[in-house]
């Protein structure tokens, strides 16, 4: 019904009004009043925040997906201190220190949380009062299969560039490359230094190689505005994989399986490798000429306390020595911040080196 005068006094006095078509309720000026109230971080923790109403709130800024979805919570005023309570599946944050700022453990017990930038999937969490944000499961950090073969020119190498003659880098050394067509072909060459338009670590496939006085190597790369590169030689430690570990707790746990693979030409050391930041955790001595792959599965479990670890593994190969070989080392790494996992190798001329696969996961 139509009153005169009353949209002046709704406009004025900022009434709201029902729409019985489609159950929304409107302000003066028509537009849709939420059902559920909409606060940011600040005002959701703010000392005035109202915890005597029942209801459920939106809080903006904290999200509850990767697409940046609002988190939904219910505030339940009979709680006996925990009165904010979390109905989304969980909160995502990227850094571990920013959800324990926001959301301290101790004050969240049974928070719910997943931090991403860990796997594609990314670590989920549940808050503990005393230990802190735990995994809720076994999650999975990373994993991938046949990398790179890296193939190593010998040491002590210059390099000029050309096209050859088909658009792609001609590689010319400054003495023989001593690589092999028989050895070497389809392997690849890595980045040593960044330069010229080339970037440290990335991998080039060798598509041809020519032995003749010092020889040449061409490269399945466009050659471009490309200059002078600087390539990993014999001699040098190829990194072929870097894995990013979050900040860890007293007695995580990471699994690794790994396996690495040779071409086996020759009977010089191969040296794959796998280190937590420096401490190596698995280093066999590879010298054999063998064309069999080389697993192993590394448990790497902090002893009590975050600089503390201790190593377990099982290793397919009976020539295994080095670390797990012998005496088991123990490493003294600082995991309460961030960590790196390193899958590194030092190919021998002429005789290529394969991370295989690799799996890590992590226990927090």
Known sequence: MNIPGFQILRNIFNIPSYDSTNGNL?????????A???VTLTQFQAGEFDLTTARHVLVTDVYSDN?????????QPTAA???????????????LATLNTNFPAASYPGLRALLTGYGAAGIPLVA??????ISQVSALIASDFEIYKAAAPAAGLTWTVADNGSGKVRATPSAPHTLTSTNSLNAHLQIKTTQNGWTAGDWHEIIDINTTGNGYLDLDVAIGSLGVPVFNLAGDTFTFASVAIPPLLANS????DVSFESKGATATAKNPQVLLDAFSVFAPTWAAAQTMDHPGLITIKNAGAT??????GIVANSSYSGAMGGTIPTGTVDTSAATTIYFKGAPP??????????TVRLMR
């Not at 001329?349 to 690799?358: E, F, N, Q, T």
Request: hydrophobic fraction near 35%; charge should be neutral.
């Open 26 to 34: 409107l302000d003066a000026a028509g537009t849709i009043i939420p």
């Open 36 to 38: 559920v109230p909409s």
């Open 67 to 75: 697409d940046g979805q609002p988190s939904l919570w219910y505030i």
């Open 81 to 95: 201190t925990q009165k904010r309570k979390l109905v989304s599946s969980h909160v995502v944050y990227s850094s």
């Open 128 to 133: 503990d009062a005393s230990l802190g944000y």
């Open 253 to 256: 746990t990471i699994e690794i």
């Open 307 to 312: 600089n503390s670890q201790k190593l377990s």
């Open 349 to 358: 001329a002429d005789d290529w080196l394969r991370l295989g696969r690799y």
